[in-house]
């Protein structure tokens, strides 16, 4: 057997960071074991960690060589699992090791080669970095309360629909503070098919609000709500680890539920996030990497091909034109069209069906499957258009239509994405806000 040893040097400073750079030896832990470091706490204190590595020859979009998984132990017992998604890039991953106590606290982590991709070889970590938030931090609420995932059954061993990144949301009242926690999940096998998920929501990885807890300015909890199956909303009564509440991913669709645990569970480090201003995806278009994750995994289940149907095949997502709206619609839905120059065809967000346009309101994002080779300096014309949604004949239903509308407030990004992932330049798009009835169509630019 060969066995390795960390030689590590940690770096201490006023913000309570604890680093490490690790270099292999030969000697002193068995090779499943990558690395082991002991930290002390004077206070009560979340903890955080951010833990560099990459996972050579594996690659997210090839079955077979997906990634590798770290089990990380706190003090002796299981705490998470980390999926090395970026595979041989070294990346940082943002971990979450929740409340310890003062005293000694030992971590380690482990290569689970049961629950690694078959062909990907041991990973490597590059670097080890702990961060104490004390409680008079303002993260340290926000941290405390953030949920502890556990994966949903059917995705264990399957590299699918993983939790890529979570963000918080904090609303304040002169006696609360409610702090709202989503998700970001690589796909979702279940619920929207794929190209729907393109045309209703610009992407096709799968974003959810979790958990809701309302507190008093003391920290007290006065109620605390997730979203379960089907979408309803419900009262949480399950079980916490100190206040981190236990959930599990319960549907295909990646809602959940307060009862029941899986083998592999993960507790991503939250981020602070305002979607007041701007749709939930501007966080995929901050963290760019989600943008290919998403694409690897879609090319690995078989989602992508040469042109758009209806269904769950969809064109690379790098041929799409991305577009960010602020509207609100009564009754209507609301669809896209652009043309590029020298061509006579539009294409189309709804791609021509009820279902595929936009019915909700707020900041929304779309997206347009374009001819291959197409780039945003060619897109010359953009319009809009509100249709009537559902069946005019029913009883009142005039008086409804009659009502019924676009009010189209912002256009705020039109992008695409380049060769590695990334949100290009958005087209220098601005309208004043314009009010469509049922069956307007406008030509918003030029």
């Known amino acids: 057997?060969?066995?390795?040893?960390?030689?590590?040097?940690?770096?201490?400073?006023?913000?309570?960071?604890?680093?490490?750079?690790?270099?292999?030896?030969?000697?002193?832990?068995?090779?499943?074991?990558?690395?082991?470091?002991?930290?002390?706490?004077?206070?009560?204190?979340?903890?955080?960690?951010?833990?560099?590595?990459?996972?050579?020859?594996?690659?997210?979009?090839?079955?077979?060589?997906?990634?590798?998984?770290?089990?990380?132990?706190?003090?002796?017992?299981?705490?998470?699992?980390?999926?090395?998604?970026?595979?041989?890039?070294?990346?940082?991953?943002?971990?979450?090791?929740?409340?310890?106590?003062?005293?000694?606290?030992?971590?380690?982590?482990?290569?689970?080669?049961?629950?690694?991709?078959?062909?990907?070889?041991?990973?490597?970590?590059?670097?080890?970095?702990?961060?104490?938030?004390?409680?008079?931090?303002?993260?340290?609420?926000?941290?405390?309360?953030?949920?502890?995932l556990y994966a949903r059954p059917n995705t264990i061993g399957r590299f699918s629909d993983i939790p890529l990144l979570m963000w918080y949301e904090v609303t304040r009242a002169p006696e609360t503070l409610t702090i709202r926690y989503s998700v970001i999940f690589s796909n979702e096998d279940g619920g929207t098919e794929t190209s729907a998920l393109m045309a209703r929501w610009g992407r096709a990885t799968d974003i959810e609000w979790v958990y809701a807890v309302t507190l008093t300015p003391t920290g007290r909890i006065l109620d605390a709500r997730y979203q379960g199956p089907r979408h309803r909303t419900r009262r949480f009564r399950g079980r916490r680890e100190g206040d981190h509440p236990l959930l599990l991913v319960a549907s295909d669709n990646n809602n959940f539920s307060d009862r029941g645990r899986s083998p592999m569970r993960f507790a991503l480090r939250p981020i602070p996030f305002d979607t007041s201003a701007v749709a939930r995806e501007e966080l995929m278009d901050q963290y760019p990497w989600t943008y290919r994750i998403m694409a690897e995994e879609l090319k690995r289940e078989g989602k992508l091909g040469s042109t758009v149907r209806i269904g769950e095949c969809i064109p690379d997502p790098r041929r799409y034109v991305y577009i960010e709206i602020a509207a609100d619609q009564r009754?209507?839905?609301?669809?896209?069209?652009?043309?590029?120059?020298?061509?006579?065809?539009?294409?189309?967000?709804?791609?021509?069906?009820?279902?595929?346009?936009?019915?909700?309101?707020?900041?929304?994002?779309?997206?347009?499957?374009?001819?291959?080779?197409?780039?945003?300096?060619?897109?010359?014309?953009?319009?809009?258009?509100?249709?009537?949604?559902?069946?005019?004949?029913?009883?009142?239903?005039?008086?409804?239509?009659?009502?019924?509308?676009?009010?189209?407030?912002?256009?705020?990004?039109?992008?695409?994405?380049?060769?590695?992932?990334?949100?290009?330049?958005?087209?220098?798009?601005?309208i004043d806000p314009i009010r469509l009835r049922i069956g307007d169509l406008v030509e918003v630019w030029p």
């Open 1 to 148: 057997m060969r066995w390795r040893h960390w030689a590590c040097v940690w770096i201490v400073s006023a913000g309570g960071i604890l680093g490490l750079h690790a270099r292999a030896s030969a000697w002193d832990v068995p090779e499943e074991m990558l690395l082991e470091r002991t930290f002390r706490v004077d206070a009560e204190a979340e903890v955080v960690a951010e833990l560099r590595a990459r996972s050579p020859e594996a690659n997210w979009g090839e079955a077979g060589r997906e990634a590798a998984v770290l089990t990380v132990l706190l003090n002796g017992r299981y705490h998470q699992d980390v999926v090395l998604f970026a595979g041989a890039e070294s990346f940082r991953y943002a971990l979450h090791l929740g409340r310890v106590r003062p005293g000694a606290h030992t971590v380690r982590v482990m290569w689970n080669r049961a629950r690694s991709a078959p062909r990907v070889p041991a990973p490597v970590i590059e670097e080890f970095t702990l961060h104490l938030v004390s409680r008079a931090d303002p993260e340290f609420l926000p941290l405390t309360h953030s949920p502890i």
């Open 331 to 430: 009754d209507a839905g609301l669809s896209l069209a652009v043309k590029l120059a020298g061509g006579r065809m539009w294409y189309t967000s709804d791609l021509g069906l009820a279902y595929f346009k936009l019915e909700r309101s707020g900041f929304l994002r779309t997206a347009i499957p374009l001819p291959e080779g197409a780039t945003a300096s060619q897109i010359e014309r953009l319009l809009l258009r509100c249709d009537a949604l559902g069946d005019p004949r029913p009883p009142r239903a005039e008086e409804r239509f009659a009502l019924a509308g676009c009010f189209v407030r912002n256009i705020r990004k039109v992008f695409l994405l380049d060769s590695e992932f990334r949100p290009g330049p958005s087209l220098p798009i601005r």
